[in-house]
Structures are given as structure tokens and as C-alpha cells.
């Protein structure tokens, strides 16, 4: 995994996300970091954009096709993650109400 992405993980990841990414083996972490970045993004678009939602404060499960994130203030999503095609991945979320 290039270093720019261990720059990145610590720059935007929450501490949570920071501690599971240095407990991967580096052999996993190049399609950790994709899975989750594409969850952080969906989030921050369904929140209102980055400014709106900043990425340290967000935790996205990175497991699975189906997940969660949340916020401390207690807004969650639900997410739902897939390949359109070969080489690429999409992630819907939507946030759950009351």
C-alpha cells in the first residue's frame, strides 16, 4: 500500500478506524482503505458534504457488503457496499431516522 494512504488514514480516519488499520496485515489494507474511504464519502454526501460531516469524527464498519457508521451525536447509516463493474466500488448510504 502506497504511503500516501497510511497519510491519509491518519489524517481521516477516526481513532477507531486508525487502531483496526494498523492491526491489518499490510497485505489486506490496500482493499480496507478503498472499502472504507467509499463508506466515508457516502456518508459525508448524504450528510450535507465533508464540512458538514468531518471524516475523523465518522466510524464505518469496514467488514462486509452490509454496514453501519456512526456519529457521536448518535446519527447512524446504513450502508450497503458493491462492484458495478470490475475494479470498482460503490457505496449507498442512507440515514436511518429518529
Known amino acids: 500500500m502506497p504511503r500516501e494512504a497510511d497519510v491519509m488514514v491518519a489524517g481521516f480516519f477516526s481513532r477507531a478506524e ?4 494498523a492491526a491489518l496485515d ?10 472504507l474511504w ?9 450528510a450535507g458534504g465533508i464540512k458538514a ?3 475523523t469524527q465518522l466510524t464505518a464498519d469496514p467488514d462486509g457488503q ?4 456512526e456519529l457521536p451525536d ?4 446504513r450502508l ?6 470490475a475494479g470498482y466500488l ?9
Do not use: C, D, N
Open 18 to 21: 486508525r487502531m483496526a488499520w
Open 26 to 35: 499490510p497485505s489486506e489494507r490496500r482493499q480496507a482503505f478503498v472499502r
Open 38 to 46: 467509499t463508506r466515508k464519502e457516502a456518508v459525508a454526501k448524504s
Open 53 to 55: 460531516l468531518p471524516f
Open 66 to 69: 452490509y454496514a453501519m457508521a
Open 74 to 77: 448518535h446519527r447512524s447509516w
Open 80 to 85: 450497503a457496499s458493491w462492484r458495478p463493474t
Open 90 to 98: 460503490a457505496t449507498l448510504a442512507i440515514m436511518e431516522s429518529g
